[in-house]
């Protein structure tokens, strides 16, 4: 699992060039002071406690973007399992690329392994059930590519990816149209046949018309336990149903016995903690 060429250099690189220059807007006056001269340099890359590595693309390429000669060499791959005071890898460039790049790098390979570690622990306790655990659009502005693939990586799924990847009607879309019926009814009239109609519910009478009107997929949002299997019992495989709404590692395994096909949770992205890593022994060659 990692980032083709064609993706990294036209979705991913221009995010990791902005995110260089939020952080470098003319030189490195610390490096630059300590360093005024080129040199080559390498400095080890250290996990501080446990959790599942991802980003290690993404933390090569902030160097690469600043400097096409560095380079790094991990002794793990996106997905592996790391440990306290684990050596992961090393990176190699001139020691100005080096100060430079490093917060931007540890910024990008934190978040995404914080992610990933926070998605492996919550998709463990789904372990033997058909459920499969999505994501959602709540994610850093700009970050998106990077935090669903670290959901991915934790062994989670993605939902749509934005929205123009698919139908998805909530109760504003809903009340803007006039009801769920008449909502659906604009969807499949608007968008392409190949794309799925999904339509959020809060009520059992929402989950009667999402039926009727032909929806493919039925989110129950914010519903009690005993509302959700009423409505998956009414719903009976005419639609598929994902379950949302303050969904978290702490109460997901609640939810096991609805018989449902998904389960979203958007703390997956914006409640996971970093994992902590650091580029430590940085010295010259």
Sequence with gaps: MMFDPVTMKLNADPLILSALQEDITSGDVSANSVMPQGRLGEADLICRQEGIICGLQVFERVFTLLEETAAAEFSVSDGDAVGEGQLIGKVRGDIRTLLCGERTALNYLQRMSGIATYTRSVAALLDGTKIRLLDTRK????????EKYAVRTGGGRNHRYNLSDGVLLKDNHIGAAGGVKEAVRMAKEYA????KIEVEVET?????????????II?????????????????AGRAEIEISGN????NI???TDLGVDYISS????????ILDLSMKNLHAL
């Design 139 to 146: 994610t850093s502005p700009n970050n998106r590519i990077f």
């Design 192 to 195: 392409p046949f190949v794309r």
């Design 204 to 216: 059992l009478a929402m989950v009667r018309e999402a039926v009727e009107a032909g929806a493919d």
């Design 219 to 235: 989110m129950l949002d914010n519903m009690t336990h005993e509302q959700m299997k009423e409505a998956a019992d009414f719903i």
């Design 247 to 250: 969904v978290t590692k702490e």
């Design 253 to 255: 395994a609640r939810l």
């Design 266 to 273: 958007g703390a997956l992205t914006h409640s996971a903690p």
